[in-house]
């Protein structure tokens, strides 16, 4: 089985077939318990996260109907079982969202280690589980809370594979990756670390240091603080290049 969550919730059933989930109450159950890893969910966790406000009289019973058609629905190897105060989701198969966390937490290890392009590799496999905003098509509570974590994640990920790139010469694809990050996150100073880290490495000192006071004047003006340590690192990198 696998069962995805990085995008809008799917399941695929061990016979190849799609898991019909039903509505959002019972993809928001589903999606609770595989983000409990293993550990039960209590009932008033599960209402909380189902009915926002008013709950209706038949709440327990329809908290057990949603579970009943989610055991059918999922098949084996699935277990899904009342315990504790609570339901408890086994999968019996691969869930994307701890497959992207091993794989980006070995890409980090193999960077560390001095294996950039092994470390690429993974960082790469981690990132090509993602189809879209998580959790996209569950209660708000839950995909609120799940979100920015999942999206810290995934940032991450993708500042380890454009570090991979560097590292391993491949400035080709890191200088976009990184000039992209860095649009889309203009106060992320890793990422802009890492665009002026390929710009000097591609022979672009000079580009390299405009992206440094850009960054400058945008914490300044929107924040009111000095660049960090990692980009006034990034800054003095490049200035010694230039240098030497």
Do not use: N
């Not at 408890?88 to 966390?101: H, K, N, R, W």
């Not at 980090?108 to 496999?125: K, T, V």
């Amino acid at each position: 089985m696998e069962f995805r969550i990085l995008g809008p919730l799917a399941v695929s059933r061990a016979d190849g077939r799609p898991a019909a989930l039903g509505g959002r109450k019972p993809r928001t159950l589903l999606a609770a318990l595989l983000l409990a890893r293993g550990r039960v969910v209590p009932d008033g966790r599960l209402i909380s996260l189902l009915w926002d406000g008013v709950r209706p009289s038949t709440v327990d019973a329809q908290v057990c109907t949603y579970v009943s058609r989610l055991r059918t629905a999922l098949g084996r190897p699935a277990r899904l079982v009342r315990t504790g105060g609570g339901y408890l989701l086994t999968p019996g198969g691969i869930v994307d969202a701890e497959e992207f966390e091993r794989l980006a937490s070995s890409g980090h290890d193999e960077l560390r280690a001095g294996c950039p392009g092994r470390a690429a590799e993974l960082f790469r496999a981690a990132l090509a589980l993602w189809r879209g905003p998580v959790l996209a098509d569950v209660a708000e509570p839950l995909r609120a809370g799940e979100a920015a974590r999942f999206d810290e994640l995934r940032l991450a990920a993708l500042e380890g594979r454009i570090e991979a790139e560097i590292a391993s010469g491949d400035h080709l694809c890191a200088v976009p990756d990184a000039t992209a990050l860095v649009l889309d996150h203009p106060m992320r100073e890793r990422a802009r670390a890492l665009l002026m880290a390929a710009l000097c490495a591609s022979g672009r000192p000079a580009d390299a240091i405009a992206v440094y006071h850009r960054g400058r004047r945008l914490l300044d003006e929107r924040l009111g603080i000095a660049p960090g340590p990692t980009l006034r690192a990034a800054y003095q990198r490049v200035l010694d290049a230039q240098a030497g």
